[in-house]
């Protein structure tokens, strides 16, 4: 497993988590990251990208303002900061990892090589 994504759970509306993404053989300084997220029922969605060494940061129009994507290198970890979380945040998140020279934009799984099993994020109202 080269990626794992952690922290998920079970919250009331309003509150907060983060989730983690932890690189095991990849060193992911190196590597755009990208959160996507797949609810119910529904298609697998873009959520936030982090951008390999430029400090790019970039979110879905949806969680602008409340989810914050960061990372501590030492740690070889990205963070997902998730604020005033909403029912509809519901969803399966994955986090996703790519060679800069395969990145456009970020926002679409087909830029992404390696990807991480998934971790639930359940919000009650």
């Known amino acids: 497993v080269q990626l794992q994504a952690s922290g998920g759970g079970l919250v009331q509306a309003g509150e907060s988590l983060r989730l983690s993404c932890s690189g095991s053989t990849l060193t992911l300084e190196g590597f755009g990251i990208g959160w996507f997220r797949q609810a119910p029922g529904k298609e697998r969605e873009w959520v936030s990208y982090?951008?390999?060494?430029?400090?790019?940061?970039d979110y879905a129009d949806s969680v602008m303002g409340r989810f914050t994507i960061s990372e501590d290198v030492a740690e070889n970890t990205v963070y997902l900061q998730m604020n005033s979380l909403k029912p509809e945040d519901t969803a399966v998140y994955y986090c996703?990892?790519?060679?800069?020279?395969?990145?456009?934009?970020?926002?679409?799984?087909?830029?992404?090589?390696?990807w991480g099993q998934g971790t639930l994020v359940t919000v009650s109202s």
């Open positions: 996703a990892a790519a060679n800069p020279w395969t990145i456009v934009r970020g926002r679409e799984e087909h830029e992404y090589e390696y």
């Open positions: 982090r951008g390999s060494r430029d400090g790019t940061r």
